[in-house]
């Protein structure tokens, strides 16, 4: 359907699968994905024609805080009690986004912290979205320039 062939999936070992194949161009490719138990991260690596072409982590940080990353995006949340009371997402522009080894933060989500996601100032992202429990706030380049607005959230009715 999606024109991989010569698809294989092989258990590396407990929560360490690898899925390879060739892609509809022919190119071999390996898709890595590890989890960790003791932490509920989750790592997942696209390796084509030898070379790393996307990952992906999602990590729980604890109370009730959660991270994720790939190539080019970040964010950090917090969702308790079955809310979210809190996120920012940044989106790098297409030449400064992230590295899967140097910027890993699987398994346990080390360094992140408040400007993890979102450390190099708003105008230095494609995109930069918040939210601090009252209002989401944008901040995203444009082909005709920088979009830069706040939206109140309107409390939940009784």
Known sequence: ????????????????????????????FEMKGVYDPATGGLRMVNN???TITEFFEFIPL?????????????????????????????RAGSNAGYDNKTDSI?????????NWAAGRGENDYAEHYSFDGQTVKLNVKTFGG???TEIPVSAKAS
């Open 62 to 90: 604890g109370d009730g805080q959660y991270a994720f990353q790939n190539d080019t995006e970040r964010a950090l949340g917090v969702y308790r009690d079955g809310n979210l009371e809190s996120f920012v997402y940044t």
């Open 146 to 148: 920088r979009i830069i």
């Open 106 to 114: 699987f398994p346990a989500g080390a360094p992140v912290d408040g």
């Open 1 to 28: 359907m999606v024109g991989i062939t010569e698809a294989k999936m092989t258990r590396n070992g407990a929560h360490d699968y690898t899925l390879s194949g060739k892609t509809f161009g022919g190119k071999v």
């Open 48 to 50: 084509t024609g030898g």
